[in-house]
């Protein structure tokens, strides 16, 4: 079954450090969204991209936040200058062509440690 | 503004049914999902309801009363494995920006 895939699974970095985050998207899926989530909080969205163009940004996705899909197959997130708030799990997600059914499918995710 | 409610914890008995309820206030309304989320993991995705009335798939169904902003899901023959939380999430448009309830922490016990 074809599957989102993320890496890191987990970065430990030092604050100010900038950060790339990855994800391979499913191939033929056409919407792209990153996520995070705060250790014991609600799951928060960042941004949405589609068409190589961010769609769709929350208030959190600030100027020190940018995505890229660099070859066509990876979507990365990138954290410019990274800060302890930063901390989080970070989801990718995906969705088909076809998805008026709903399912995004979310990629194991990637753990961010800001020290 | 954006608010959806559910409750923190729930505990229920192996074998059981359980009952978790959502309810949203939101600026547009195009559906209400329903995740599972073991700790440590990503979502995974349970039901999706855009349309009034129950939606029913094995042993977990999905119900959405768009006038009265609620939706529950419903959980029969509880499984230990059930034990994870349970996300409510509000799409607010065709684009996907879900906003997320805090999630139902699910405690099944023997």
């Given at each position: 079954e074809p599957e989102v895939t993320q890496t890191p699974s987990h970065q430990v970095t030092q604050m100010g450090q900038e950060v790339i985050l990855r994800c391979v998207p499913?191939?033929?899926?056409?919407y792209f969204y990153w996520y995070r989530q705060i250790l014991g909080q609600k799951v928060e969205f960042l941004v949405s991209f589609y068409n190589n163009e961010i769609s769709e940004k929350s208030?959190?996705?600030?100027?020190?936040f940018s995505v890229e899909?660099?070859?066509?197959s990876n979507f990365t997130l990138k954290i410019r200058s990274t800060k302890l708030e930063d901390s989080a799990m970070y989801f990718c997600a995906s969705l088909s062509p076809g998805g008026a059914a709903g399912e995004l499918f979310f990629g194991e995710g990637s753990r961010l440690t800001v020290l | 503004g954006q608010n959806i409610d559910q409750p923190t914890e729930m505990t229920a008995t192996e074998g059981a049914i359980v009952q978790i309820n959502c309810t949203y206030q939101t600026s547009g309304f195009n559906g209400l999902f329903w995740y599972q989320q073991h700790a440590g993991e990503a979502p995974t995705f349970l039901s999706y309801n855009v349309l009034d009335g129950l939606e029913e798939k094995g042993r977990f169904s999905s119900f959405l009363s768009r006038s009265k902003g609620y939706s529950y899901l419903l959980l029969k023959?509880?499984?230990?494995?059930?034990?994870a939380s349970y996300l409510c999430a509000a799409r607010?448009?065709?684009?996907?920006?879900l906003i997320w309830g805090a999630g139902t922490k699910l405690i099944i016990k023997p």
């Amino acid at each position: 079954e074809p599957e989102v895939t993320q890496t890191p699974s987990h970065q430990v970095t030092q604050m100010g450090q900038e950060v790339i985050l990855r994800c391979v998207p499913i191939s033929n899926h056409l919407y792209f969204y990153w996520y995070r989530q705060i250790l014991g909080q609600k799951v928060e969205f960042l941004v949405s991209f589609y068409n190589n163009e961010i769609s769709e940004k929350s208030e959190i996705f600030d100027d020190q936040f940018s995505v890229e899909r660099p070859d066509g197959s990876n979507f990365t997130l990138k954290i410019r200058s990274t800060k302890l708030e930063d901390s989080a799990m970070y989801f990718c997600a995906s969705l088909s062509p076809g998805g008026a059914a709903g399912e995004l499918f979310f990629g194991e995710g990637s753990r961010l440690t800001v020290l | 503004g954006q608010n959806i409610d559910q409750p923190t914890e729930m505990t229920a008995t192996e074998g059981a049914i359980v009952q978790i309820n959502c309810t949203y206030q939101t600026s547009g309304f195009n559906g209400l999902f329903w995740y599972q989320q073991h700790a440590g993991e990503a979502p995974t995705f349970l039901s999706y309801n855009v349309l009034d009335g129950l939606e029913e798939k094995g042993r977990f169904s999905s119900f959405l009363s768009r006038s009265k902003g609620y939706s529950y899901l419903l959980l029969k023959e509880l499984q230990m494995k059930d034990s994870a939380s349970y996300l409510c999430a509000a799409r607010l448009d065709s684009n996907y920006q879900l906003i997320w309830g805090a999630g139902t922490k699910l405690i099944i016990k023997p």
